[in-house]
């Protein structure tokens, strides 16, 4: 079967550090993967896409970058985090015309 | 560009009682929609979608949704509430991004329903 994982499930960071969210899909290959940020009290944001290794598309500006070294790896990735990157870090991956969800990393930056 | 409207930031109901959260939304094509639910700290989880065919959408945990293309809807309902309800809701439209097959999902603010005991 197809899953979709996420680590770490929680992470409390201080301003100006870095930061490295992994995302990875078993039982699927080449699939279209996604970072959504969820802000408290807010709907989702799609930050990064990618089509395949190496092909990383950004819908935002901000202080994050996305990599995506292997075909099922998804990483996002800040060399110093601020106060507003707080927020629930989803990853997704599409099957189809459906986007399933990860469980989540909760980043509290302080 | 495409929009979703989450009419109600909170609803409340009585277990038992039907359910009823409404969603409009924009969009230049003919778009994909669907109904997420995220259970507090977790992922979001697929309740259903409509993607052109039948209009009257059923889901998991007897949710279904209704796709009224002349006034532009997809209201998710529910007959009966139930204790394991309780959690925010989330419409989604879908259009393409890319010519890769690649879609962009516009979220609704969400709606969190709490069920009365």
């Known amino acids: 079967s197809q899953t979709i994982h996420q680590w770490p499930a929680t992470l409390v960071q201080p301003v100006g550090s870095p930061l490295s969210l992994e995302c990875t899909v078993e039982?699927?290959?080449?699939?279209?993967l996604y970072w959504y940020r969820q802000a408290a009290g807010r709907g989702l944001q799609l930050l990064f896409y990618?089509?395949?290794?190496?092909?990383i598309s950004s819908e935002v500006p901000q202080n994050l970058s996305a990599s995506r070294p292997q075909d099922r790896q998804f990483i996002l990735s800040s060399k110093k985090l601020l106060l507003s990157d707080s927020g629930f870090y989803l990853c997704?991956?599409?099957?189809?015309?459906?986007?399933?969800f990860g469980p989540g990393t909760r980043l509290t930056v302080l | 560009a495409q929009s979703v409207t989450q009419l109600d930031s909170h609803v409340s109901v009585s277990e038992g009682t039907p359910v009823l959260l409404r969603c409009n939304y924009s969009?230049?094509?003919?778009?994909?929609l669907f109904w997420y639910v995220q259970h507090p700290n977790k992922g979001l989880q697929l309740l259903l979608k409509?993607?052109?065919?039948?209009?009257l959408v059923k889901g998991i945990n007897g949710f279904e949704a209704e796709f009224k293309k002349s006034e532009t809807s997809f209201h998710l309902t529910k007959p009966s509430a139930h204790m394991s309800d309780a959690a925010e809701y989330f419409c989604?439209?879908?259009?393409?991004?890319?010519?890769?097959?690649?879609?962009?999902?516009?979220f609704g603010t969400g709606t969190r329903l709490t069920i009365i005991p």
């Open positions: 997704a991956w599409k099957v189809t015309d459906t986007q399933y």
């Open positions: 039982g699927t290959s080449n699939p279209n």
């Open positions: 990618s089509v395949g290794i190496g092909q």
């Open positions: 969009s230049s094509y003919s778009p994909s």
């Open positions: 409509y993607t052109s065919a039948a209009t």
């Open positions: 989604v439209v879908s259009e393409a991004i890319s010519n890769f097959g690649n879609e962009k999902l516009t």
